[in-house]
């Protein structure tokens, strides 16, 4: 099989604002991603041509020079182009889906686009034809903002008659042009009483492909829902019949959520999942969320498309919004599901790396900007976009290389037991397909610091993520003693080692300079010698204290350390020792920890301390960058997994003083204002000198979230474990997921479905 790429480009429209992707992700002005997208591997790449870029205002004056620059350069790199020219949304300004014209205009712009490039033979014209009539004209996320039967079928029927009259003119240009059809291909299963409707689901799954194949009739399934509820006049259907385009390559875009089951028993699920039909209430629910066994995958779908239409087929969009090593065994177990076809007889061309350099805001199905992003083979939070373990991943395929990552032995949370939002279904009573889940053996990753904050939040995050790890005490793994270590790690055989032990305590460090430096400079020292003669992978911990604090502005990884105390002395030391015996270590430096899983971080201190009645005393002329522990712990196990190695500073991002992060718990936690009592570091009776100003901020990449998301997600959980009432109104929830199941009654999608692991 081949390995294509594809590059998120959706232009939608919400109201009268539109959002891009691709000026989101960076790409419309990166030229040096040609060569990035080269560097996978891949042989093609599904490439944005878009028509409300190339003609907002017109196809009278349209604007070629990005496409003029870039369609070559990807010929250059010896790259097939499979053009994209819609992908979602309803076009330019001067359109909609539900537009009479509609179809008329666009392959007029087909024309224009391949009377300029005609060495163009790959064309998607409409990407997703079904899937964005259901957001545009069912649930009135996209404009036209629509929310019946008719408007969907007429926004179906124009976009598939569009794409016909595209390659009509197209092949007029080139007669060899190749259709390749995407859309999302999943399927619904459910109770028995829901039978029916899962069968009319599974049924209109496939009618955009049906149209273009000319498939739709009297006799089609579909027939009299199309024409009576729908609103489709026979002729029109006809039309299809007689002009017939069926697509050169079938192309199927499979998420997590692309497999619904449905079930009237709506108690057992959370409220955002119910909906209805007009005759039943029930839940619709992803299967992986709610049926005990694992779903049947990709292979027997793809067996269903090569059944039904014996026509080659190509994996079109491969992604999951999920931790990275979920996002390494998502795309392995989707290339695996299309080996396995292949296997089986079926003509299974390619799968595709999607998407090269992430997605936004998918989280809320692109109606905000709420600045969501999901990594693909690239993460774009950086200056320049930074290879992630999935291009990595991509790569070894691209090049018939065996994948050696060690993380891909264990299961993904789509097979882990955990993964219920609410108690299993049974997938036999539910006619799912089953397959057979072999876990492998995987190599841990060792943490040290059993007893510390870091250390048990390393190890709490690797167990949510499924990460095979050991959590060693002292007693287990002196990391200042060369022999625990080394019996340590002989006895575990980790693939890499997290060093979550040192000394915490700055002022102590200036009475216990030994113990600090034991622990904090000799305890990585002798982790990095042995890591790095066993070829383990190595990540440890400095501080913003290696600064002096004489600048006014954050300090980069680039800037000259100076520290003023022991604390800061020590980890100084530690870094330049790392980095001498084991350069592929990843050195964090990091600042001012607070977390939900502890009590003695600073923001706990505060509230307990006020919420009892008493003044707390907070230093306002200290300037720190706060880090959130989970976000801190999640960052480190992706950039582990990447590869990443050198010094990174990893904070939630936002420079403030401690009284100033102190006030931010007064109104969340309903406390009096009069008991926070800013004060100058010098009344504060500090036994170890710090530096006024030590935010941290880097410059090789933006990976954690911001400040107040942080604080918003500390107080959501912190409220959990206080219920008390107080003044604080969540700010923040990750949100709707894509709803890949239809229902005919508006009432469901006025609550889409919602999931925190995939588009």
Same mark, same amino acid.
């Given at each position: 099989?081949?390995?294509?790429?594809?590059?998120?480009?959706?232009?939608?429209?919400?109201?009268?604002?539109?959002?891009?992707?691709?000026?989101?992700?960076?790409?419309?002005?990166?030229?040096?991603?040609?060569?990035?997208?080269?560097?996978?591997?891949?042989?093609?790449?599904?490439?944005?041509?878009?028509?409300?870029?190339?003609?907002?205002?017109?196809?009278?004056?349209?604007?070629?020079?990005?496409?003029?620059?870039?369609?070559?350069?990807?010929?250059?790199?010896?790259?097939?182009?499979?053009?994209?020219?819609?992908?979602? @949304?309803?076009?330019?300004?001067?359109? /909609? !889906?539900? &537009?009479?014209?509609?179809?008329?205009?666009? %392959?007029?712009? $087909?024309? +224009?686009?391949?009377?300029?490039?005609?060495?163009?033979?790959?064309?998607?014209?409409?990407?997703?034809?079904?899937?964005?009539?259901?957001?545009?004209?069912?649930?009135?996320?996209?404009?036209?903002?629509?929310?019946?039967?008719?408007?969907?079928?007429?926004?179906?029927?124009?976009?598939?008659?569009?794409?016909?009259?595209?390659?009509?003119?197209?092949?007029?240009?080139?007669?060899?042009?190749?259709?390749?059809?995407?859309?999302?291909?999943?399927?619904?299963?459910?109770?028995?009483?829901?039978?029916?409707?899962?069968?009319?689901?599974?049924?209109?799954?496939?009618?955009?492909?049906?149209?273009?194949? @000319?498939?739709?009739?009297?006799?089609? /399934? !579909?027939? &009299?829902?199309?024409?009576?509820?729908?609103? %489709?006049?026979? $002729?029109? +259907?006809?039309?299809?019949?007689?002009?017939?385009?069926?697509?050169?390559?079938?192309?199927?875009?499979?998420?997590?959520?692309?497999?619904?089951?449905?079930?009237?028993?709506?108690?057992?699920?959370?409220?955002?999942?119910?909906?209805?039909?007009?005759?039943?209430?029930?839940?619709?629910?992803?299967?992986?969320?709610?049926?005990?066994?694992?779903?049947?995958?990709?292979?027997?779908?793809?067996a269903e498309a090569w059944q039904r239409y014996g026509l080659p087929l190509a994996v079109t969009e491969v992604h999951i919004d999920s931790t990275r090593e979920d996002q390494l065994r998502w795309a392995l177990e989707i290339w695996n599901a299309a080996a396995q076809a292949r296997e089986a007889g079926i003509d299974v061309r390619a799968v595709t790396a999607w998407a090269v350099f992430g997605t936004f805001d998918w989280q809320c199905l692109l109606t905000d900007q709420c600045g969501y992003y999901e990594p693909g083979a690239f993460d774009v939070r950086a200056p320049r976009p930074r290879l992630t373990?999935?291009?990595?991943?991509?790569?070894?395929?691209?090049?018939?290389?065996?994948?050696?990552?060690?993380?891909?032995?264990?299961?993904?949370?789509?097979?882990?037991?955990?993964?219920?939002?609410?108690?299993?279904?049974?997938?036999?009573?539910?006619?799912?397909?089953?397959?057979?889940?072999?876990?492998?053996?995987?190599?841990?990753?060792?943490?040290?610091?059993?007893?510390?904050?870091?250390?048990?939040?390393?190890?709490?995050?690797?167990?949510?993520?499924?990460?095979?790890?050991?959590?060693?005490?002292?007693?287990?793994?002196?990391?200042?003693?060369?022999?625990?270590?080394?019996?340590?790690?002989?006895?575990?055989?980790?693939?890499?080692?997290?060093?979550?032990?040192?000394?915490?305590?700055?002022?102590?460090?200036?009475?216990?300079?030994?113990?600090?430096?034991?622990?904090?400079?000799?305890?990585?020292?002798?982790?990095?010698?042995?890591?790095?003669?066993?070829?383990?992978?190595?990540?440890?911990?400095?501080?913003?204290?290696?600064?002096?604090?004489?600048?006014?502005?954050?300090?980069?990884?680039?800037?000259?350390?100076?520290?003023?105390?022991?604390?800061?002395?020590?980890?100084?030391?530690?870094?330049?020792?790392?980095?001498?015996?084991?350069?592929?270590?990843?050195?964090?430096?990091?600042?001012?920890?607070?977390?939900?899983?502890?009590?003695?971080?600073?923001?706990?201190?505060?509230?307990?301390?006020?919420?009892?009645?008493?003044?707390?005393?907070?230093?306002?002329?200290?300037?720190?960058?706060?880090?959130?522990?989970?976000?801190?712990?999640?960052?480190?196990?992706?950039?582990?997994?990447?590869?990443?190695?050198?010094?990174?500073?990893?904070?939630?991002?936002?420079?403030?003083?401690?009284?100033?992060?102190a006030r931010l718990a007064l109104g969340p936690a309903a406390l009096d204002p009069a008991l926070l009592q800013p004060r100058a570091h010098g009344h504060m009776n500090y036994a170890a000198r710090r530096p006024v100003y030590s935010a941290l901020q880097s410059a090789r990449g933006t990976v954690m979230p911001t400040l107040q998301s942080a604080v918003d997600r500390y107080f959501q959980e912190w409220h959990q474990r206080n219920p008390a009432p107080c003044a604080y109104v969540e700010k923040s929830a990750r949100g709707a997921r894509r709803p890949s199941s239809f229902v005919s009654s508006s009432e469901?999608?006025?609550?889409?479905?919602?999931?925190?692991?995939?588009?």
């Amino acid at each position: 099989m081949e390995v294509w790429g594809g590059i998120e480009s959706t232009v939608n429209r919400v109201g009268g604002s539109y959002f891009s992707q691709l000026e989101r992700n960076g790409h419309h002005r990166r030229d040096a991603d040609i060569e990035r997208c080269g560097s996978l591997g891949i042989s093609a790449l599904r490439y944005p041509v878009l028509w409300e870029r190339v003609a907002p205002e017109g196809l009278e004056h349209p604007d070629w020079r990005w496409t003029d620059r870039r369609l070559p350069a990807l010929r250059d790199a010896d790259i097939r182009v499979i053009a994209g020219l819609l992908h979602h @949304g309803s076009g330019p300004a001067y359109t /909609s !889906l539900i &537009d009479p014209g509609f179809y008329a205009l666009f %392959a007029r712009y $087909a024309r +224009l686009v391949a009377e300029r490039y005609p060495w163009l033979d790959m064309y998607t014209p409409i990407n997703e034809p079904l899937t964005t009539a259901r957001f545009s004209c069912l649930y009135g996320l996209w404009y036209p903002h629509a929310r019946d039967e008719p408007s969907f079928v007429r926004a179906l029927l124009n976009q598939c008659r569009a794409v016909v009259q595209a390659m009509r003119e197209i092949r007029q240009v080139n007669s060899d042009a190749r259709l390749v059809q995407t859309d999302d291909l999943g399927r619904t299963s459910s109770t028995a009483t829901l039978a029916y409707q899962a069968h009319f689901n599974n049924e209109l799954r496939w009618v955009g492909w049906d149209l273009l194949c @000319g498939r739709v009739d009297p006799a089609h /399934s !579909l027939w &009299d829902w199309l024409t009576q509820r729908g609103g %489709a006049d026979a $002729a029109e +259907l006809m039309w299809f019949s007689e002009n017939s385009c069926p697509p050169d390559i079938i192309g199927v875009n499979y998420y997590v959520t692309s497999e619904r089951f449905l079930d009237e028993r709506t108690g057992r699920y959370p409220e955002r999942y119910h909906g209805g039909n007009g005759v039943h209430r029930y839940a619709d629910i992803e299967v992986a969320r709610s049926l005990a066994e694992p779903r049947c995958g990709l292979a027997p779908l793809l067996a269903e498309a090569w059944q039904r239409y014996g026509l080659p087929l190509a994996v079109t969009e491969v992604h999951i919004d999920s931790t990275r090593e979920d996002q390494l065994r998502w795309a392995l177990e989707i290339w695996n599901a299309a080996a396995q076809a292949r296997e089986a007889g079926i003509d299974v061309r390619a799968v595709t790396a999607w998407a090269v350099f992430g997605t936004f805001d998918w989280q809320c199905l692109l109606t905000d900007q709420c600045g969501y992003y999901e990594p693909g083979a690239f993460d774009v939070r950086a200056p320049r976009p930074r290879l992630t373990a999935v291009g990595k991943l991509w790569r070894q395929l691209a090049n018939a290389q065996p994948p050696t990552h060690p993380v891909l032995a264990g299961p993904g949370w789509w097979r882990r037991a955990d993964r219920f939002l609410c108690p299993p279904a049974s997938a036999v009573q539910a006619g799912v397909e089953l397959v057979p889940w072999a876990e492998r053996s995987a190599q841990p990753i060792v943490i040290s610091g059993a007893t510390g904050t870091l250390g048990q939040a390393f190890g709490r995050s690797c167990e949510h993520r499924g990460l095979a790890y050991r959590l060693l005490s002292r007693a287990e793994m002196d990391i200042a003693d060369p022999a625990s270590v080394n019996a340590a790690l002989g006895r575990f055989q980790p693939w890499a080692v997290i060093n979550a032990a040192g000394y915490v305590h700055v002022d102590g460090a200036e009475r216990d300079v030994e113990g600090c430096h034991r622990a904090n400079a000799r305890g990585p020292e002798v982790l990095a010698s042995a890591c790095a003669v066993m070829g383990i992978k190595l990540v440890t911990f400095s501080s913003d204290l290696v600064f002096d604090g004489k600048q006014r502005k954050p300090y980069m990884e680039s800037d000259t350390p100076a520290p003023l105390n022991e604390y800061g002395k020590s980890k100084l030391a530690a870094e330049a020792a790392v980095l001498r015996l084991h350069c592929g270590s990843l050195v964090v430096r990091t600042s001012s920890f607070f977390g939900p899983w502890d009590e003695y971080n600073y923001l706990a201190a505060a509230i307990r301390t006020m919420g009892r009645g008493m003044p707390f005393t907070a230093a306002d002329d200290i300037t720190v960058t706060p880090t959130y522990v989970p976000d801190l712990v999640n960052a480190c196990l992706d950039l582990l997994i990447d590869g990443e190695s050198g010094i990174w500073h990893l904070t939630n991002g936002e420079p403030t003083t401690w009284a100033a992060f102190a006030r931010l718990a007064l109104g969340p936690a309903a406390l009096d204002p009069a008991l926070l009592q800013p004060r100058a570091h010098g009344h504060m009776n500090y036994a170890a000198r710090r530096p006024v100003y030590s935010a941290l901020q880097s410059a090789r990449g933006t990976v954690m979230p911001t400040l107040q998301s942080a604080v918003d997600r500390y107080f959501q959980e912190w409220h959990q474990r206080n219920p008390a009432p107080c003044a604080y109104v969540e700010k923040s929830a990750r949100g709707a997921r894509r709803p890949s199941s239809f229902v005919s009654s508006s009432e469901y999608m006025a609550h889409p479905s919602r999931d925190t692991s995939a588009r």
